[in-house]
């Protein structure tokens, strides 16, 4: 990558002739960048603004929105944030925590999976989009026979995905997927432990002291930043509760599991392969290699341990912004993951990559 190894400026197809700046790229953070849960950062809306040509470079930018959130599907995301910032984002430029499990399709899309986190049947639904064709979710579980987790009314009908009146104890699973937030640790503690460890891979049926299906899980941040006052607990919260759990219940049996998220570098080379599209569609029978050596690809965050661990392991360079999870005072950087820079916010970010690409 052209931010780790200095830059070769290379005049390929995309040169003059374009619009675009396809040597510059930028990977934004949703949440503590751009939105604070239900707010919107009028920096965020400025900083979009300067990828459209109107900047010192007269040049549009390549970007990408690259979230560790998710629960609903790429177009949704796209949408909502295109309306907040008032700019237009297409869903191919959209990077959620779970996207890159689409992948997991070839393996288990005619598999019987259990899909959990997010509210109602909507994580189903997007694993069904994905090209999942058997998904099943803890409310049908619990559905099948709410003693399974009697702290709950037992789930309306339009909770439900699965096939109505499914034996679950006949059923088996193949994977176990975690997509989005728990909205229900509890249960969602209780359910995915019995699928783990039945031995025959149902619900419940004879439980042994090993792990018996796969376990896939999409967000590993521990917290995230919204309108609160202090960062909130995200999916990793989840999963330090689950990896608990599993140690007490087995006798310290381990407890393996794929990760997806920020910041494993699958979505590094998700949102890279999002970012070559771009470039093919700017400048059709561009030379994609040449694009890619001349390339720096800039990720903007606020979660060290997500954003700036990943794009600096994936040779990008990366902006730390002070409107979310990190609170250093002005001048520090974060000592375990050091950012390429530091700036304020979001608009300050952009402005000094396009300086930085003048
Ligand atoms: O639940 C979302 C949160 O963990 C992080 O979102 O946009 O900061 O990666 P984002
Ligand atoms: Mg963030």
Same mark, same amino acid.
């Given at each position: 990558?052209?931010?780790?190894?200095?830059?070769r400026?290379?005049?390929?197809?995309?040169?003059?002739?374009?619009?675009?700046?396809?040597?510059? @790229?930028?990977?934004?953070?949703?949440?503590g960048?751009?939105?604070?849960?239900?707010?919107?950062?009028?920096?965020?809306?400025?900083?979009?603004?300067?990828?459209?040509?109107?900047n010192?470079?007269?040049? /549009?930018i390549?970007f990408?929105?690259?979230t560790?959130?998710?629960?609903?599907?790429e177009?949704?995301?796209?949408?909502?944030?295109?309306?907040?910032?008032?700019?237009?984002?297409?869903?191919?430029q959209?990077?959620?925590? #779970?996207?890159?499990?689409?992948?997991?399709v /070839?393996?288990y899309?005619?598999?019987?999976?259990?899909v959990v +986190?997010?509210? /109602?049947?909507?994580?189903?639904?997007?694993?069904?989009?994905?090209?999942?064709?058997?998904?099943?979710?803890?409310?049908?579980? *619990?559905h099948?026979?709410?003693?399974?987790w009697?702290?709950?009314?037992?789930?309306?009908?339009?909770?439900?995905?699965? *096939?109505?009146?499914?034996?679950?104890?006949?059923?088996p699973?193949?994977a176990?997927?975690?997509?989005?937030?728990?909205?229900?640790?509890?249960?969602?503690?209780?359910?995915?432990?019995?699928?783990?460890?039945? /031995?025959? @891979?149902t619900?419940?049926?004879d439980?042994?002291?090993?792990?018996? &299906?796969?376990?896939?899980?999409?967000?590993?941040?521990l917290?995230?930043?919204?309108?609160?006052?202090?960062?909130?607990?995200?999916q990793?919260?989840?999963?330090?509760?689950?990896?608990?759990?599993?140690h007490?219940?087995?006798?310290?049996?381990?407890?393996?599991?794929?990760?997806?998220?920020?910041? #494993?570098q699958?979505?590094?080379?998700?949102?890279?392969?999002?970012l070559?599209?771009?470039?093919?569609?700017?400048?059709?029978?561009?030379?994609?290699?040449?694009?890619?050596?001349?390339?720096?690809?800039?990720?903007?965050?606020?979660?060290?341990?997500?954003?700036?661990?990943?794009?600096n392991g994936?040779?990008?360079?990366?902006?730390?912004?002070?409107? +979310? &999870?990190?609170?250093g005072?002005?001048?520090?950087?974060?000592?375990?993951?050091?950012?390429?820079?530091?700036?304020? #916010? &979001?608009?300050?970010?952009v402005?000094?990559?396009?300086?930085?690409?003048?």
């Amino acid at each position: 990558n052209a931010c780790r190894f200095g830059r070769r400026l290379l005049q390929t197809q995309a040169g003059s002739a374009s619009d675009w700046q396809l040597q510059t @790229a930028i990977a934004f953070d949703i949440d503590g960048v751009l939105v604070k849960g239900k707010r919107t950062l009028d920096q965020g809306r400025r900083a979009l603004a300067m990828l459209n040509g109107d900047n010192r470079l007269n040049k /549009k930018i390549p970007f990408v929105l690259m979230t560790n959130g998710g629960g609903v599907s790429e177009a949704t995301k796209a949408a909502d944030i295109s309306k907040r910032l008032q700019t237009e984002i297409r869903a191919d430029q959209v990077v959620l925590a #779970h996207s890159p499990m689409q992948s997991l399709v /070839k393996q288990y899309g005619d598999k019987h999976v259990l899909v959990v +986190g997010g509210i /109602k049947r909507r994580c189903a639904d997007i694993a069904r989009a994905y090209g999942f064709t058997d998904v099943s979710t803890p409310n049908d579980l *619990v559905h099948w026979q709410p003693s399974l987790w009697p702290f709950m009314r037992p789930p309306a009908n339009d909770q439900l995905s699965a *096939v109505p009146g499914r034996d679950y104890a006949m059923h088996p699973f193949h994977a176990v997927m975690v997509f989005y937030d728990s909205f229900d640790f509890g249960r969602d503690l209780q359910v995915v432990t019995d699928v783990l460890r039945s /031995k025959d @891979a149902t619900a419940g049926n004879d439980f042994v002291d090993r792990q018996v &299906v796969p376990l896939f899980m999409s967000n590993e941040d521990l917290v995230f930043s919204n309108d609160y006052s202090q960062p909130r607990f995200g999916q990793g919260a989840y999963h330090v509760c689950l990896r608990a759990m599993w140690h007490a219940l087995t006798n310290g049996a381990p407890l393996e599991y794929t990760r997806f998220g920020k910041p #494993h570098q699958v979505q590094y080379r998700y949102s890279e392969q999002l970012l070559d599209r771009m470039a093919m569609a700017a400048v059709p029978g561009i030379d994609l290699a040449s694009m890619r050596a001349g390339r720096c690809i800039y990720a903007i965050g606020d979660n060290p341990a997500a954003d700036i661990a990943g794009a600096n392991g994936a040779g990008w360079s990366s902006v730390l912004v002070r409107t +979310g &999870v990190f609170r250093g005072p002005p001048g520090s950087n974060d000592a375990a993951n050091p950012a390429t820079m530091v700036v304020d #916010h &979001v608009e300050d970010a952009v402005s000094w990559i396009l300086e930085t690409e003048a």
